[in-house]
């Protein structure tokens, strides 16, 4: 069955059987329906929503599990290129994703240290004291472990809880750990914490997606050289990285806007992960392999959860992850990732065919 061409009705009774969505459920998801009265608890001075489109993207195969993805998006041709790109995947078996678990990094800033050698060893002597502290803020996300980051100028420590929140992204309560354990912390350490707060660069929460494509289903081995030098091209200049990286975000945020999720604090993960060197550089690498089939990998933070904040108060994301059907939040960063590697791949190949992005109107835009 081609989705793209059933009617947005057909496509409707479609989710309706396969994702076991009920008539309500169904009317919500194509109404967009969020009372003013929910949404003036979710923000402040409420006067009112905005609807933005939700489509499907197909073809999704991901550690051998197959895909619909819900994906919200106002720009023309991004679902459409993250099917196409996923349908030249299947013959090699889709995507395969890799992650490092659910850890976010908490940070409380320590100022007006003397000797950090001796403060150090004072922190590390009570760090269970510190963790147990930590860990009365929720039954179930617990801090592991904690570390500690010196800086000589301006002076100050960094001590870092880190903390597994399980299914949800984790901001909210790595901030209530940061701030009721800060003042133990000014003891221990005689100094004074500033800023307790969550860390976006979230390097414990990595994922990873591999991926390889038949040379002949994408023009030959020419097609794959070029690619190749497209992204060689991002990897030499950070001018081109940020619109490589760009069209990446362009797939994984649709994904987590569907699903209720802070897209900008992925994004700011992502970029921040793409300059850890000092130098910013491409999160994707294509290279070409010994038969000339083009392999592609992506590794970027992917801090997402699905429970908790907007994913539980918006009904149309409860709904999307429905139809999506993952099972843990590290599972929604590997599809994520993977639309995002897909997208990536089909705007390459456009700026090397000098095609248009799957539309049939010359004036579509989209940010490759």
């Not at 850890?276 to 992506?298: A, C, M």
């Not at 709904?319 to 939040?329: D, S, Y």
């Not at 997208?343 to 090397?352: K, R, T």
Request: hydrophobic share 45%; proline share 2%; aromatic share 6%.
């Amino acid at each position: 069955m081609d989705f793209s061409k059933l009617s947005w009705e057909k496509r409707i009774d479609y989710l309706k059987e396969v994702a076991k969505l009920s008539d309500q459920e169904a009317e919500i998801l194509q109404t967009g329906k969020l009372e003013l009265t929910q949404a003036d608890k979710m923000i402040e001075n409420v006067i009112g929503t905005i609807t933005v489109p939700i489509g499907i993207a197909t073809n999704f195969v991901i550690n051998d599990r197959r895909f619909l993805v819900p994906m919200a998006t106002e720009q023309k041709s991004i679902i459409s290129a993250a099917s196409k790109a996923a349908e030249w995947t299947l013959s090699t078996g889709g995507f395969k994703a890799y992650n490092t678990g659910s850890i976010m990094i908490g940070q409380i800033q320590v100022l007006g240290i003397n000797n950090y050698e001796k403060t150090k060893h004072r922190i590390f002597a009570n760090k269970h004291k510190i963790l147990s502290l930590a860990n009365t803020q929720s039954s179930t996300r617990k801090a592991i472990d904690l570390r500690i980051r010196e800086f000589k100028s301006p002076p100050m420590l960094l001590v870092e809880l880190l903390v597994d929140v399980k299914d949800s992204m984790g901001a909210n309560v790595v901030d209530s750990m940061c701030e009721t354990v800060a003042p133990l912390i000014e003891t221990i350490t005689q100094g004074k914490t500033l800023l307790r707060v969550v860390s976006n660069l979230a390097t414990e929460r990595l994922v990873r997606v591999e991926t390889t494509i038949m040379q002949d289903l994408i023009g030959g081995e020419n097609i794959v050289d070029r690619i190749v030098s497209a992204c060689s091209f991002a990897e030499k200049d950070p001018f081109r990285a940020a619109t490589h990286n760009k069209g990446i975000l362009n797939g994984a945020s649709a994904v987590l806007l569907a699903v209720g999720n802070d897209v900008r604090a992925v994004a700011a993960g992502a970029h921040a992960f793409a300059a850890r060197s000092g130098i910013y550089y491409p999160l994707s690498f294509w290279r070409k392999n010994s038969k000339g089939d083009l392999e592609g990998t992506v590794e970027m933070p992917m801090a997402v959860g699905i429970i908790g904040g907007a994913v539980s108060s918006l009904p149309t994301a409860k709904i999307c992850l429905k139809i999506l059907g993952v099972r843990k939040a590290t599972e929604l960063g590997e599809v994520a990732t993977s639309v995002g590697l897909a997208c990536n791949l089909f705007a390459l190949y456009s700026l090397v065919t000098k095609r248009n992005a799957c539309s049939s109107k010359k004036n579509t835009k989209y940010s490759f």
